[in-house]
């Protein structure tokens, strides 16, 4: 198996590198068992330190890094750098409130002395996706390393470059317990085996089969999976906001966020209206080279993935559905997709169930407000939904309805270090960021003392 770029602007070829051997892998497991015995024993807030620096790092080599992830994912230049900007402010964050959080806590009972400690679990491996190669990484990774965890990160196999120029800015930052594993698929298994919890980001087919590894050798494991947001947008809604909200959401990164408004679903007093300003909202996107400041819409990460999202629309107009944009597919170098609309969409189109990784928005037409939240949750995932109203009461309401993880109400979905992310369903289970996602990965350990 090779690791290797292929610039999605334009089809070529750039930066590979051969998987590992079996003998590579048992060598750095090793590495990683000594490393993280001398990492768990170090002061929490020394460890806390290296995250600092680390944060410094990311943005001193924030122009670099996001050219290197521009030019393998192809997303737009100043998403990649709003992408390592968070990453930076993920490291601060745990930074500061870490040492709080891991403090021994006392719980009063019968004993003299008895309560909970906050121990790592050893060394965790990571399987990862090609979209957010920095952000998603260190998402996983930053808490597991302030909890004194050692992290074994297996990239995706398109992101090469990316990956290894972030290993090197975390060696910089004097964190010894992190490595990059370039594992072929079939070496997965060993690494769990090797390693003491998994996490993994990615599809929930995937995941699935990586969760089946874990659970067969007693690993526990955190999955982030798919998702197929809702965008709820009821009669009484600022409709011009809900309507450019839904755009950025879903047309952001090209539509490749597992955490994006796929669905809008709106109700018949505003259906018009809705389509209107957001079809116009779609079409204004301007599609073309990742680094010029005038695109808006970037082009796809890889050829197959394009063939998907064509497939499924193909699917959705052979069952009824309508392309209300109807811009071709463009032709030529790169792997561009038009921005796409679909209204009139049944449960009869793959689209209605399955997640669309494209700048592809399905439109469902809900009866009422009871039938919106109906719609919102007949699909697989649960990740998040965004709902908009001026009754914030009926909003909220409404919210505890729905199976996600989250839900955002007069906003888009989003995700905020301070707040736990993740979902439920076929989105996965675990929680990253906030205190949630640092106590994923520790033994919370009970003492007693007569």
């Known amino acids: 198996m090779i690791f290797q770029s292929c610039n999605p602007a334009t089809g070529v070829v750039g930066f590979t590198r051969p998987a590992w051997t079996p003998a590579q892998l048992e060598s750095c497991l090793a590495q990683m068992r000594v490393a993280q015995r001398t990492w768990r024993t170090t002061p929490v807030e020394d460890r806390c330190a290296g995250l600092l620096r680390l944060s410094q790092l990311l943005l001193a080599h924030q122009a670099p890094l996001a050219e290197a992830i521009c030019a393998e994912v192809g997303k737009l230049l100043p998403e990649c750098h709003a992408e390592v900007e968070k990453a930076a402010r993920l490291c601060h964050y745990y930074a500061e409130v870490a040492p709080s959080l891991l403090t021994p806590q006392a719980i009063p009972t019968l004993a003299s002395r008895s309560g909970v400690s906050f121990d790592p679990l050893g060394v965790v491996l990571a399987v990862m996706p090609w979209n957010y190669p920095v952000w998603q990484v260190l998402r996983f990774a930053v808490p597991a390393l302030a909890a004194g965890n050692g992290c074994l990160v297996k990239p995706a196999p398109s992101v090469p470059q990316t990956s290894a120029y972030l290993a090197e800015l975390v060696a910089e930052a004097g964190i010894a317990p992190f490595a990059m594993a370039w594992l072929a698929p079939a070496q997965v298994e060993t690494a769990i085996v090797g390693c003491d919890a998994v996490a993994f980001t990615g599809s929930t087919q995937t995941g699935s089969h990586i969760a089946a590894l874990a659970g067969r050798h007693i690993k526990k494991s955190v999955l982030e999976l798919g998702g197929s947001n809702a965008c709820i947008v009821l009669a009484d809604a600022d409709v011009p906001l809900a309507a450019h909200e839904a755009a950025l959401s879903r047309f ?189 990965f520790v033994n919370v350990k009970t003492y007693w003392q007569r």
């Open 252 to 440: 952001r990164d090209a539509g490749q966020s597992c955490n994006a408004a796929k669905r809008m679903i709106i109700v018949p007093e505003i259906a018009e209206a809705f389509i209107a300003a957001f079809v116009a909202e779609a079409r204004s996107l301007v599609c073309g080279d990742p680094t010029d400041p005038r695109t808006t819409l970037a082009p796809l990460a890889r050829a197959d993935l394009r063939r998907l999202v064509a497939a499924q629309v193909e699917d959705a107009l052979l069952h009824g559905a309508v392309d209300v944009l109807g811009s071709p597919c463009p032709t030529g170098a790169g792997f561009f997709y038009p921005a796409t609309v679909l209204d009139h969409v049944s449960p009869a189109c793959r689209v209605y169930h399955e997640e669309v990784f494209g700048p592809v928005a399905t439109v469902l037409r809900a009866k009422d407000e009871a039938d919106a939240i109906r719609l919102a949750n007949d699909t697989p995932f649960g990740l998040g939904a965004s709902l908009y109203s001026a009754d914030l009461a009926k909003a909220e309401a409404l919210a505890a309805e729905l199976e996600v993880g989250s839900v955002f109400i007069n906003r888009h979905t989003s995700s905020d270090v301070r707040l736990p992310f993740g979902g439920v369903k076929a989105s996965g289970y675990g929680r990253e960021l906030s205190e949630f996602g640092l106590y994923e």
